[in-house]
């Protein structure tokens, strides 16, 4: 509890003297300079007065050190599915703070970024039920059909709205000025494949490798042979991926991902099951959601539970809380039992 130095700021912030707040509040400044020192505390009678001096909550006043704050906000967007109005504006204000005392700091950016990603999450989520209603209601009407897509992040069969042009750009900036970075690499590469720009990939995937010499420039090659129609080049790069770093559980999932769609559904079945084999806690669920969506695809419906079940295993042994998606993971349970 810091309450004499919340004062203190508040104090300055408004830009008026002890003696001035004191005589607001019918105390002595020396009980200010006190409060303020923390060699006493406010009379607890006083806290609504000093709170509406200052404009201020009471649980304002009684200000937390600012890493149990941080810790705060990010056990609230790991566990919450939902942040309602006032705790979002709570978060949000108290990070703004911490950047105006500190503009350069990174955790509060980044908190900020995952708290409106939060928000923008949900928001889309329930979008996507509204515009659902829509296209039940109207099936052949266009606006609950574009509403459903963009909620979903869906492909608008438009290569205008569904290229990554905007991405691209800013991250060959973000490389002209960190031209070290694997993370900047792996996000320039990913969204010029995305968008078959397979040409222009091919240097960033060279860059990459030189950067990091593993499993991952090699399966990158494989997608750029794939896009320029050699499948047997690609499935060779993909299994010399997998050779070249065999204890990496990314490795079998990143092959996974790519012969999935191909249609070696079995082959692909196999590598998920060795990516969540060799990961130690925390493991990742990755492998689990795909296996999930495979076993639906197959109409093995109890086979999905089970997966969503070691999921929520998962969540729990590793990670020592109930996280936001459990909800969700109980409700694709409840979905599939349906269907059994």
Known sequence: MEIGKTIKALRAQKGVTQEQAAAHLGVS??????????ASLPDITLLPAIA???????????????ETRFEQVENMLDREGHIGAEAFQQAASFLNKVL????????AYT??????????????????????????LAPEQKPGWVAYLEAMGGAFGDEWYDNHFEVIEYFKGFLEKNPDSFLGHYAIIE???????????????????AIKD????????GDVALGRGDREEA?????????????????YCGRADRIKKLGMI???????????SIQTPPRLTDGLYSLAQIHEQKKDYAAAIRDYERILQVNETDYGDITAETDRLKEQIRRLEKLL
């Open 29 to 38: 400044f020396q009980a200010i300079s006190k409060w303020e020192t923390e």
């Open 52 to 66: 509406a001096y200052f404009g201020v909550t009471i649980d304002e006043l009684f200000e937390l050190p600012q």
């Open 100 to 107: 105006l005392d500190d503009p350069k700091n990174v955790r």
């Open 111 to 136: 908190d900020l970024a995952d708290l409106y990603n939060h928000r923008a999450q949900y928001d889309h989520y329930l979008a996507a039920e509204y515009a659902k209603h829509a296209l039940d």
């Open 191 to 209: 969204n010029l494949l995305a968008d078959g720009r397979y040409d222009e990939a091919e240097p960033y995937i060279r860059g990459l490798q």
């Open 214 to 221: 593993d499993h991952q420039a090699i399966m990158y090659l």
């Open 235 to 251: 499935l060779r790069l993909w299994d010399a991926a997998v050779e070249k770093s065999p204890d990496a559980w990314q490795a």
């Open 266 to 276: 079995d082959q692909a079945e196999a590598d998920y099951e060795t990516c969540i």
